[in-house]
């Protein structure tokens, strides 16, 4: 017996018509894909992991190029991710359904090219905008020659004070934090902080200075004491370098001992949990008195704290008359591999990343733009955002390495056991640089 | 007819399935061919996005893979790499003592919640959708709902424990106090195991109860003598159960320090104590690209399953009474 009639066999026939003229039909159109993009355009995606308020700039200038492009349609897309988490991004692109432009951080994109996530940009001429963009940025866009991304935006690392908080515990004269007069000297900012520290039942409730904190990485305080973290002729890391191991043993393990370990990360967990809102940040409720940061703060002051009373100097030195030091960081924009839509992908990767793009994401977020072009122009570092470009030139950054986010967790994990004194920071970094070692080998040359 | 049959039963008495036998009529077969069609998809499904994903996780284990590319044969590399990775032992150890902690406490509390729930008070359904509710809420808000609560200074659990006395505890900051925050999070969704239990507490017979108490046994004992031998079986099924999930505790480490760690510098909790296996697998897959390391991983973890779900059915062999069905 048939398992279904003459009729039954029609009318399976007659849907399966109709559902393959409704799957196949939207070629001949040319309607715009989306609201707000032009009739005849082709749709491209463009993912990002930014949360607002950055996110909301980048919508921005996502409306702003389907205003103009005749040629592609723009869809941002927030997708869970972080620097150097892209869980999402390579379970998509294995599928065929990852994106056409992604946002991702700088200093993995020589690791995610190394890994085979990402598009080589050659052939598409990439190569020629070299000499628009800072040479730092460039050089973290490539591996072995060839670029792999366009750097978006920039930034740089400072030391942000609290003067209300400094004045109400008797610290009158701030001439040492003026930054005509050079860098502050890590034993100043000291005696400053340890004055600003008060308890309350036993516990802190306002701390001075807890270097570790917001951009006190590892990278900021290596940098500032003059260690060098990768050396190219031998390709190692080397992250027990002499002057990193001293930064560490200063910075993390003396420091948080000075003000008593449990004392101090019992303060950070009260004040400065994980997952906290920008707006309850510790520095701008008035529990931290300085703090490193990045330039994108003066943004979120504007927003939530439009009337603190704070100044921003160069992060302090081990001793008087050294240079300041300063890192810089940043994103940048990769056509992911499999992308479906990669000349319209790049068409937009120029807008975001080039002038349009970055004048609008350095206006509306207060980052620095890596567009060489667009660092002279005053008019977008209004206030304190000019100190922060002006340190841009001699800033130092990350090596870009195919295991750099491995080596960053590295990092960390021995930052992590310096601050509470369950290692000495030079075994410590010593068993950071042989796993990291151990993984960058087989890239070995990077040249 | 019979087609299946109980061939056999253990000496100590517990029925056993034995290996089925088909004996197909000829209608038998051509229902068979009817019902294929309809069962394909399972079929296919679980071939495509179960079996094949175990065996090629497998294979890449013993390949250096990006996830991109080609693999590249590096034999038992991956696994010799990962025995000598203090990470991995870090993780391995961290895991194990989440699971030998929540596991346990996580049974008494659902045996607990389930007596409440089988009490004889009118307003029982009322009692039993509260004590569920945290169970359906999703991990996602329970967990930053407990960051809150966990804060040393201004959380909830620190001001009780103050109230009577007792010190400020850095519950997520300590690497002491972190994975038994995990611990404690995890009973908030003991409300699923407790409605098994429950079903359990009701298939009782209740003529026991009765004689139990004819015969002058208290509740206590009534409890210790029926009730807790008599579902020793969900018992077990709750172990192994727990267990199993227990080893691949994910998410609440993810959500704690998978964005943003706050002011702290850690990537998986300080003194990387919330490095959870599974947590650290997704870092080899999705941070470091290295997915021959995390099949490497994925298939240790699924023999320490294995290894700990024999142990506690050979154990259970002495506790488990099925003699009442």
């Excluded at chain 1, 399976?12 to 003229?21: C, G, I, K, N």
């Excluded at chain 2, 399953?305 to 506790?319: A, E, G, Q, T």
Aim: contains cysteine; aromatic residues 12%; proline residues 6%.
């Amino acid at each position: 017996m048939s398992l279904l009639s003459w009729r039954g066999w029609k009318a399976s026939l007659v849907f399966v018509s109709v559902l393959l003229a409704a799957c196949g039909g939207g070629n001949t159109s040319t309607a715009a894909p989306l609201a707000g993009c032009n009739s005849g355009t082709t749709l491209a995606t463009f993912w990002t992991s930014h949360t607002p308020p950055d996110s909301d700039s980048l919508k921005h200038i996502v409306d702003a190029f389907n205003k103009q492009s005749t040629a592609t349609c723009v869809k941002l897309v927030q997708v869970p991710g972080s620097e150097t988490d892209i869980a999402k991004l390579t379970t998509a692109v294995r599928s065929g359904t990852g994106p056409d432009v992604y946002m991702l951080d700088r200093f993995t994109v020589a690791e995610r090219a190394a890994a085979g996530v990402l598009e080589d940009l050659s052939q598409y001429g990439a190569a020629s905008l070299a000499g628009s963009y800072v040479d730092f940025a460039w050089a973290e866009a490539n591996f072995k020659g060839k670029p792999y991304a366009l750097p978006f935006d920039t930034d740089t690392r400072a030391l942000y004070y609290r003067k209300d908080l400094l004045q109400a515990a008797g610290v009158t004269d701030l001439s040492a934090l003026d930054p005509a007069n050079g860098p502050p000297t890590i034993d100043q900012v000291r005696t400053m902080a340890n004055k600003v520290n008060h308890k309350t039942g036993g516990a802190y409730d306002i701390v001075g200075f807890i270097p570790y904190l917001n951009q006190g990485w590892h990278y900021t305080w290596g940098f500032v004491y003059g260690g060098s973290f990768f050396d190219k002729s031998s390709c190692k890391v080397t992250p027990n370098d002499p002057k990193i191991v001293q930064a560490y043993t200063d910075m993390f393990t003396n420091w948080d001992k000075a003000l008593g370990v449990d004392a101090v990360q019992t303060f950070v967990s009260s004040y400065n949990p994980p997952n906290q809102p920008t707006q309850q940040d510790p520095f701008l409720t008035g529990h931290l008195g300085f703090v490193i940061s990045g330039d994108w703060v003066l943004g979120q002051i504007a927003t939530y704290a439009p009337n603190l009373k704070y100044g921003v100097t160069y992060i302090p030195v081990p001793k008087k008359g050294d240079q300041p030091a300063t890192w810089a960081g940043g994103w940048s924009d990769v056509i992911p591999k499999n992308a479906k839509n990669a000349k319209g992908g790049y068409e937009f990767m120029k807008y975001i990343a080039g002038e349009p793009g970055q004048r609008v994401y350095t206006k509306e977020t207060q980052h620095t733009p890596t567009i060489k072009s667009l660092q002279s122009d005053s008019s977008l570092f209004p206030g304190d955002h000019q100190f922060f470009i002006k340190q841009l030139s001699a800033a130092h950054s990350r090596p870009p390495l195919p295991v750099g986010a491995f080596y960053w967790d590295q990092l960390s994990t021995a930052q992590d056991a310096a601050v509470r004194n369950t290692m000495a920071p030079q075994a410590a970094l010593d068993a950071a640089a042989t796993a990291t070692n151990a993984k960058l080998q087989p890239f070995c040359p990077l040249a | 007819m019979e087609r299946i049959r109980r061939e056999a039963e253990s000496p100590r008495g517990a029925a056993v399935i034995a290996a089925p036998r088909l004996h197909l009529s000829k209608a038998d077969r051509r229902n068979l061919r009817v019902a294929a069609p309809f069962i394909l998809p399972w079929v296919v499904g679980f071939l495509a996005f179960t079996l094949y994903p175990i065996v090629y996780s497998l294979y890449l284990s013993f390949n250096s893979y990006s996830g991109f590319g080609n693999a590249t044969p590096v034999g038992f590399a991956n696994y010799q790499h990962l025995t000598s990775d203090p990470l991995f032992w870090k993780s391995l150890w961290n895991t194990l003592y989440y699971t030998g902690l929540a596991v346990p406490i996580g049974l008494v509390i659902a045996i607990v919640l389930a007596l409440a729930m089988n009490q004889k008070v009118r307003e029982v359904a009322i009692y039993r959708a509260a004590i569920y509710l945290p169970s359906i809420l999703p991990l996602f808000a329970l967990t930053f709902i407990f960051i809150v609560l966990l804060n040393p200074r201004f959380g909830f659990v620190n001001y009780l424990i103050s109230l009577v006395g007792g010190p400020t505890i850095n519950w997520l900051g300590d690497p002491k106090w972190t994975r038994f925050s995990v611990v404690l999070l995890a009973q908030l969704g003991a409300g699923g195991p407790a409605l098994i239990f429950l079903a359990a507490l009701r298939a009782v017979p209740g003529e026991l109860y009765e004689s139990a108490a004819l015969d002058g046994a208290g509740a206590l004992r009534r409890f210790q003598h029926i009730t807790l031998p008599l579902i020793t079986p969900v018992i077990l099924y709750d172990l192994i159960y727990g267990t199993i999930l227990g080893v691949q505790i994910f998410t609440p480490a993810f959500i704690l320090v998978g964005g943003t760690s706050g002011g702290a510098a850690y990537t998986a909790g300080p003194d990387n104590s919330l490095l959870f296996y599974v947590f650290y697998l997704y870092k080899q897959a999705f941070q470091y690209s290295d997915m021959g390391i995390a099949s490497a991983m994925a298939w240790i973890l699924f023999i320490i399953s294995v290894v700990l779900s024999v142990v506690i059915m050979r154990w259970s062999r002495y506790w488990v009474h099925y003699e009442v069905s």
